[in-house]
């Protein structure tokens, strides 16, 4: 009802007056709700693409960063919350076959290659679980590095079909996104040797390259349950995360 939408429309004007009033051009939009990524840069926009954000349980934070470098064929390092969560109670369960089926090693303190049968919920800690790089990863075959507290970034991931899908929100809270070879290429076309082709021939290599932005690009993750259309209509987004209801 008319109501209830007014409230929103308030609660997010609320919210867009919290965030920084200088969006210095160019820089990334990524609207969570919206769960959609534009490229802004001379007041239009120049990439878009579908993302894939937090899940609920495991939300994407808003906030504010930019683009350090971007990672070409990234090895994926288990985070300590995916570790005790997922990999401990999976290793408890099938043992060194559960690694193996995800393409997982782990290691010591000194890098030495372990048993999982070693690794324990009361010693995890003292191991470090990763994974080698490539088109089946978890971080697919690009990362996009965004300095901040929370260690969320931008990346490809094996999990392509969800793109299609209209509700998004399966992530573990980093921004899984749509096209990443085409949104390097597009970042690093002032860049020399940088062409679609080049990066994925690295891509295909396995070779880890880190390219640093040669340009400053802000990031801001915001957190809005109204947006605009293509034809500029107000939209009325699900309030994934309840932070709508919180707020009221």
């Known amino acids: ?10 609660l997010n004007m609320e919210r867009m007056r919290w965030l920084k009033h200088e969006f210095k051009q160019p820089y990334v939009w990524v609207a969570i709700p919206k769960m959609e990524m534009d490229y802004m840069d001379k007041d239009s926009i120049q990439f878009n693409m579908r993302v894939v954000v937090g899940r ?15 990672v070409l064929s990234p090895p994926w390092g288990v985070p300590p919350t ?8 999976g ?3 099938r043992g060194g076959s559960y690694l193996a089926r995800r393409g997982l090693k782990a290691y010591d303190s000194r890098g030495r290659v372990v048993n999982a049968s070693a690794i324990n919920a009361s010693n995890y800690k003292r191991f470090s679980i990763q994974q080698a790089p490539g088109y089946s990863s978890s971080l697919g075959e690009v990362k996009f590095n965004m300095p901040n507290p929370w260690a969320i970034y931008m990346h490809d991931t094996p999990h392509r079909e969800d793109f299609v ?3 998004r929100a399966f992530s573990s809270g980093c921004v899984r996104v749509h096209k990443p070879k085409e949104f390097a290429t597009f970042l690093l076309q002032d860049t020399i040797n940088y062409s ?11 070779q880890t390259i880190f390219v640093p932005m040669n340009r400053n690009i802000n ?3 915001v957190y809005l349950t109204n947006a605009l259309d293509s034809l500029g209509n107000v939209m ?7 932070w709508d209801e919180k707020m009221n």
């Open 1 to 10: 009802n008319i109501e209830s939408k007014l409230k929103i429309l308030a």
């Open 56 to 70: 609920p349980a495991r939300a994407t934070p808003a906030l504010d960063t930019k683009i350090q470098n971007i």
């Open 82 to 89: 995916i570790m005790r969560e997922e990999v401990v109670p």
């Open 91 to 93: 290793i408890a369960r």
């Open 165 to 167: 899908k209209s509700y």
């Open 196 to 206: 679609y082709a080049k990066i994925d021939s690295i891509c295909k290599k396995r």
């Open 219 to 221: 990031v801001h993750v």
């Open 236 to 242: 009325y987004l699900k309030d994934i995360y309840n």
